[in-house]
């Protein structure tokens, strides 16, 4: 059985790059400013696991945390 | 000596490490090995030309001074010969240091969000095929000059309701502010003055009659006790703006189409993958990035282990560090579907650029309209391709034969 992962944005790490939005709309959402936070509680769906990864690695400010549940 | 306006020239480099300088035909022609070599010898190296001036070398150092703006300033963002007056809301936020900064970005990120984007995204097309269709049939062309330069002046003066047709005004007044005012100050403040009366003019016209675009939107704009901006700070932002805008993302496609000439496996699969084309804008992004922006040092401190002391410029050399082999495997290769890629193109910390998702959407559409209409081109060997000095690097002349070679 895999782990559940969930993603959490960093409010004052994040910097408005948006790179997460869009390698993983379905995680992460934007604010009228386009800074970003995680959708609903940052829980990843199954299937969605690399895409979490990738929204990670792409942050340039690294405000997003992945975590194993 | 009786031409006193002559800029004075520069002595060639013999010594990068301690002598550099980033105006220097060497670095515009090829900047990537001195970049290496600089990295060799230090994570930060100093020249003492513009009255002293720092080069962080890696990414981690620069990223360092991004997050640091207790000891490194924005009030001055251009490294140039001379070090004028500051002047008060030049460019607000990204001459703004906190805490002045936020709300002026603030005030400046909602006209530029993703969806905000998407509804430009349609004229930004129209543009690309508006100009293809312009040369298209002439088998040859310079894409600087006749392409990558008029989609962003097009697209950022529709956002700011000022005339298309004006391009070629708004594109001087960049030559003049960003490449030739670094060692000519009376460039720099004529064309300043230039802005400020064609601006001046488009707000008196709105004071009467409101339009919906962007220069409306921030006559409207009100601080946080609810008064309304300076008229220096409206100014401030526009010319921000448009200086911002313009030749930034024209290098940026211009770069773009310069690889994508010389590279046709790369140019091929982007072909047969458009969905690709996202991820290789963030690699051409990478490798090459145009802006290289500057901080003041205000107080002493130490970078990656390197004392830095105030008085001094500092070159933020965003494209140097995406070269940084420590951050990026095979970071001197293209690798059009790198998967992880923490590029600082746009910048690192609070003055990430405020028009990083217009910029990327028009380097998309610049390229996916291009590689629709125009799949095989080449550099043209009998032209040469020209780069642009100082702050922004890029393609000035890119002579391109289109078509299948025979």
């Not at chain 1, 995680?38 to 895409?51: F, I, Q, Y």
């Not at chain 2, 290789?280 to 970078?303: F, G, H, I, N």
Request: charged residues 25%; hydrophobic residues 40%; contains cysteine.
């Amino acid at each position: 059985m895999a782990e559940r992962l969930k993603v959490h944005v960093d409010p004052d790490k994040c910097q408005g790059h948006a790179r997460c939005k869009a390698l993983a709309p379905e995680l992460f959402e934007l604010d009228e400013y386009g800074n970003a936070h995680e959708a609903g509680d940052g829980t990843v769906p199954a299937g969605l696991e690399d895409k979490a990864w990738l929204a990670k690695s792409n942050c340039p400010e690294i405000a997003i945390d992945v975590t194993e549940e | 000596m009786s031409d006193v306006e002559q800029p004075a020239a520069h002595p060639p480099v013999t010594d990068w490490v301690h002598d550099f300088d980033h105006t220097d035909p060497q670095w515009t022609e090829d900047p990537f090995p001195i970049w290496d070599e600089l990295r060799a010898a230090s994570p930060v190296v100093h020249t003492k030309r513009f009255l002293g001036c720092y080069l962080p070398t890696t990414y981690e150092a620069v990223r360092e001074i991004a997050n640091d703006t207790e000891h490194f300033s924005s009030r001055r963002i251009i490294v140039r010969d001379v070090r004028p007056e500051i002047t008060r809301n030049a460019a607000p936020p990204i001459t703004s240091d906190p805490p002045e900064h936020k709300p002026a970005k603030q005030l400046l990120l909602p006209p530029f969000t993703p969806d905000a984007m998407k509804k430009l995204e349609p004229r930004v097309r129209a543009i690309c095929n508006e100009l293809i269709d312009g040369f298209i049939s002439e088998g040859k062309v310079d894409a600087a000059a006749r392409y990558s330069k008029y989609i962003p002046v097009r697209a950022i003066a529709h956002m700011l309701g000022i005339p298309e047709s004006d391009s070629d005004l708004f594109i001087n007044w960049i030559h003049m502010i960003l490449e030739l005012g670094i060692k000519d100050e009376s460039k720099l403040l004529q064309a300043v003055q230039e802005m400020t009366a064609y601006f001046g003019g488009h707000i008196e016209a709105r004071k009467n009659k409101p339009t919906g675009d962007l220069i409306s939107y921030l006559m409207n704009a009100r601080d946080k006790n609810g008064n309304p901006l300076e008229d220096t700070h409206v100014l401030g932002s526009l010319r921000l703006l448009l200086i911002a805008g313009i030749d930034t993302t024209w290098s940026a496609i211009g770069s773009s189409l310069w690889h994508l000439a010389k590279t046709p496996a790369d140019r091929e699969r982007l072909i047969a993958e458009p969905g690709l084309i996202p991820t290789a804008v963030e690699e051409l992004l990478r490798a090459y990035s145009p802006v290289t922006m500057a901080r003041e040092v205000v107080k002493e401190t130490t970078v990656s282990g390197c004392p830095v002391k105030p008085g001094n410029m500092v070159l933020l050399s965003f494209p140097a560090a995406n070269r940084d082999p420590k951050m990026f495997p095979d970071a001197d290769k293209v690798v059009i579907d790198r998967r992880e890629n923490r590029h600082a193109a746009f910048g690192l910390g609070i003055h990430r650029c405020v028009g990083s998702n217009l910029a990327r959407m028009e380097m998309q559409v610049a390229l996916e309209e291009w590689l629709k209409r125009i799949p095989d081109f080449r550099l043209d060997p009998a032209g040469t391709v020209t780069w642009s000095q100082g702050t922004v690097r890029g393609p000035r002349q890119l002579p391109f034969l289109l078509g299948k070679a025979m």
